[in-house]
């Protein structure tokens, strides 16, 4: 697995995302299960874990703190703070004296007794971001944090929170049908030299093919509440994974292969963090980072999926609000 850098964090080029082990995509999977999957990506090359206080919640960081504790020297670990369950809803909490009480529950959880990649989950609009970046700097000085980012934060609030504490890289969404951190973040990131972690590189599963207009998802998936995965949304964007699917033929690759080598050829500072619960997807999800594309074949690429128009939002409305602050 070849390697990158995360500002000066070094990293393999793509790391797992953990949360769908026990969060987010239906019921929490065999914990023992999961652990030898874990494993398996770390002999395969990764070195990059990813988890949050929240996802579970505290059951994942569990999870990846009993999986990684053998190998934990030669690993990159990222936690997130910032999202608190309050009567069973998460809101955005980020006062000092709640990141303070989490950081110590993240450490326990993790078995470490120090976070490589801290993130703020998600922008708390009540708390100055200066605070946040002054708690976190604090946090650095005492040895329990060696890298802090932020995810899906504006641009605005990235550059006064790098102002206070040195940002090693924020994350957020990014795939081939979701492009919108071109826009402003890319050349924000250029100029701050702060390396970009995508989360949902193959679109919820979206770029994989496995979906059509008859797809369903369970009440606990969610999917079920993003507009994107809406039956006449997936029917409507047939074109764009047929695209997708033709390429790959072509390229004697998978669309998840092609999706994954696609983000990795858009700049050399990104390392997504694709997430599975099976072994067989972790294995050629990997694979990808040797599928190698031209700079001839991106632009043609970009040119061509700019061409056709994605329906359906990807979040629901009461998630939109919550990012880009």
Request: aromatic letters at 8%.
């Amino acid at each position: 697995m070849q390697k990158r850098k995360l500002k000066d964090l070094e990293v393999s080029a793509i790391g797992l995302g953990c949360m769908g082990m026990s969060h987010g995509y239906g019921p929490a999977c065999d914990k023992n299960e999961m652990i030898k999957l874990i494993h398996h990506a770390f002999d395969l090359g990764v070195t990059f874990f990813d988890t949050a206080e929240v996802y579970g919640p505290y059951l994942n960081e569990e999870l990846v703190g009993e999986a990684l504790e053998p190998i934990r020297d030669k690993v990159v670990i990222a936690t997130k703070f910032g999202i608190q369950m309050e009567n069973g809803k998460q809101v955005q909490n980020s006062k000092p004296e709640v990141i303070k009480k989490s950081i110590e529950g993240s450490l326990k959880r993790l078995r470490i007794d120090c976070i490589d990649l801290y993130y703020l989950h998600r922008v708390d609009t009540n708390t100055p971001i200066e605070d946040v970046a002054q708690t976190v700097k604090d946090l650095i000085k005492e040895g329990k944090v060696k890298h802090w980012g932020l995810s899906e934060a504006g641009v605005n609030t990235i550059r006064k929170a790098n102002e206070i504490c040195p940002v090693t890289a924020i994350q957020s969404e990014y795939s081939m049908w979701w492009r919108e951190p071109e826009k402003e973040l890319f050349p924000l990131l250029e100029e701050l030299n702060i390396g970009f972690v995508p989360f949902s590189p193959l679109g919820k599963g979206y770029l994989t093919g496995r979906f059509d207009k008859n797809s369903t998802f369970e009440k606990d998936d969610f999917r079920s509440i993003v507009p994107r995965f809406q039956k006449e949304n997936l029917e409507a964007n047939q074109k764009f994974i047929d695209y997708v699917k033709d390429l790959a033929n072509k390229k004697g690759v998978t669309p998840a292969q092609l999706a994954l080598s696609w983000v990795l050829a858009q700049k050399p500072y990104i390392a997504p963090i694709p997430g599975t619960r099976k072994i067989e997807r972790l294995e050629e999800n990997l694979k990808s980072s040797d599928v190698l594309l031209t700079y001839e074949e991106v632009q043609k690429i970009n040119s061509e999926i700019e061409k056709i128009k994605i329906i359906g939002a990807r979040y629901p409305k009461e998630l939109q609000a919550r990012v880009g602050k």
